[in-house]
């Protein structure tokens, strides 16, 4: 049983343009909610994290949307550079006997063409 | 942010020996350790989980036998691939969270991740 979602294995957007990357999940318990962006053969590195109890979090071009009702968040990156190719997992977190742990999205894959 | 440095970056083994992955905390102490294994084009799956110097908890359906876990202090932990098969062949990734985090820090922190073929 998959808690979190990513539907789109693959995303390709124009340089210069916005990308949106979406992530579902089923778990009411989830609190806490993280994106990171992973190239093969390394591990994630964090970008951008968000609270259950807010509904934006921005940082820089990064910028993640919590709608809890619909149990969805995603992360829009504007504008688009190539540099950002990239796979990204989103992960929710939740207490699970007294610890916080991460449960991961499948990725998508994101090619920024130039 | 915070280093974790995991060691072997690569390892190819024989089937039935028995390989240690290491995951250190450079910068921070960390009071939790996480090990995951990824298969390709697939998510990142918990294996378990480590707190320093008690026994890991591990998830549903992995051999503790199999896969050893110590954390033997605040910056270290190990996972140890017992009497290893082809099928373990696959990428094994430590995470570790700051002990100072509060409740709603919960960011962790990614080693490099090894590549296990076994042969």
């Known amino acids: 049983d998959q808690q979190v979602k990513q539907n789109s294995p693959s995303l390709s957007v124009q340089e210069g343009r916005i990308s949106i990357l979406n992530c579902d999940y089923t778990?009411?318990?989830?609190?806490?909610f993280l994106w990171y962006k992973k190239y093969p053969a390394e591990g994630p590195t964090f970008l951008i994290s968000?609270?259950?109890?807010?509904d934006k979090n921005e940082d820089g071009r990064f910028t993640v949307f919590l709608n809890k009702s619909a149990k969805h968040l995603s992360l829009h990156i504007v504008p688009s550079q190539p540099g950002d190719s990239a796979v990204y997992f989103c992960?929710?977190?939740?207490?699970?006997?007294?610890?916080?742990?991460?449960?991961f999205g499948t990725g998508t894959r994101l090619k920024v063409l130039a | 942010g915070a280093v974790v440095s995991q060691h072997p970056s690569w390892v190819i083994c024989k089937s039935g020996t028995s390989v240690k992955i290491e995951c250190r905390s450079l910068?921070?102490?960390?009071?939790?350790m996480f090990w995951y294994r990824q298969f390709p084009k697939q998510s990142l799956m918990l294996m378990a989980t480590?707190?320093?110097?008690?026994?890991?908890?591990?998830e549903q359906g992995v051999e503790k036998d199999k896969f050893l876990i110590n954390h033997a202090s605040l910056t270290l932990s190990t996972l140890t691939v017992t009497s290893a098969h082809p099928e373990d062949s696959s990428f094994y990734i430590c995470?570790?969270?700051?002990?100072?985090?509060?409740?709603?820090?919960?960011?962790?922190?990614f080693g490099q991740g090894t590549r296990l073929t076994v042969v």
């Open positions: 778990n009411s318990m989830f609190d806490y």
């Open positions: 480590s707190n320093e110097g008690s026994k890991a908890t591990y």
């Open positions: 968000i609270s259950s109890i807010k």
């Open positions: 992960a929710a977190s939740a207490l699970d006997s007294g610890t916080y742990k991460y449960i």
């Open positions: 995470s570790a969270r700051d002990r100072t985090g509060g409740y709603l820090d919960t960011e962790a922190f």
């Open positions: 910068d921070f102490q960390a009071t939790t």
